[in-house]
């Protein structure tokens, strides 16, 4: 089965620090990854996505994420933090559904969360 | 063009009572799925559709839950007889294209907090 696992519960950055939030995969296949953002009483956005290609990805407000096959990871980065980045931020993988032909759900991380001190 | 879109966005209900949440998808999507994310968890899948079709309802409580999609109008949640565990944020998200592609991503809308009393 396809999981994802995100070993800390919270990061603390100084802003202007770079930043980094860990993932760790666990697929059977070609893995299909995907960063998203939650903020406070809000839903989530997408961030960004590795499907194949580039091992760096970038995406969203200045967020980008390095797929490493050889580690199994995926973490997300941002060279400098900004206290609007606080937040929590989830890694997902997609899930291939009962049939073979038919892509079904998103298998979330239990979150991480970011908190960027001034 | 607008996002997916759910209401209500706060449902207070009582012991025993009915819980309808909709999701109107993105325009042009007809792939609509559920989540559910209990309090400081992540989120959990519940259940896939298409439009009059249930693709995969592996996530979906056994009792009391039901989800359908029909060819006109949103996609509904709904929850019977609800009981202090169903308090949650439930989300909504949707994807186009045929479903087939892993590369699809989905797109989530803002949630409907439920509050069983």
């Known amino acids: 089965a396809q999981s994802v696992a995100q070993p800390e519960d919270q990061v603390n950055v100084a802003e202007g620090n770079p930043l980094t939030v860990k993932c760790t995969y666990s697929v059977s296949g070609n893995p299909y990854l995907f960063w998203y953002v939650q903020y406070p009483n809000r839903g989530l956005q997408f961030l960004l996505k590795?499907?194949?290609?580039?091992?760096l990805v970038k995406g969203s407000y200045g967020f980008e994420a390095e797929f490493n096959k050889s580690q199994t990871s995926f973490h997300l980065k941002k060279p400098s933090a900004l206290v609007s980045d606080s937040a929590l931020y989830f890694c997902?993988?997609?899930?291939?559904?009962?049939?073979?032909?038919?892509?079904?759900?998103?298998?979330f991380g239990s979150g991480t969360r970011l908190s960027i001190r001034p | 063009n607008a996002g997916v879109m759910q209401n209500p966005r706060h449902l207070v209900r009582r012991r025993g009572q009915e819980a309808r949440l909709r999701c109107s998808p993105m325009?042009?999507?007809?792939?609509v799925y559920w989540y559910r994310q209990l309090p400081e968890e992540g989120l959990k899948f519940m259940v896939y559709l298409q439009k009059e079709n249930i693709i995969d309802e592996s996530g979906m409580p056994k009792e009391r839950f039901s989800a359908e999609f029909p060819k006109e109008g949103p996609s509904i949640l709904r929850i019977q007889q609800v009981v202090r565990g169903d308090s949650a944020a439930y989300f909504c998200a949707s994807s186009q294209g045929s479903g087939r592609s892993l590369r699809e991503t989905q797109y989530f809308g803002p949630g409907t907090r439920l509050l069983v009393l």
């Open positions: 997902a993988v997609r899930d291939r559904g009962p049939r073979d032909s038919s892509a079904s759900k998103i298998i």
């Open positions: 325009k042009g999507h007809s792939h």
């Open positions: 590795y499907i194949t290609g580039d091992n």
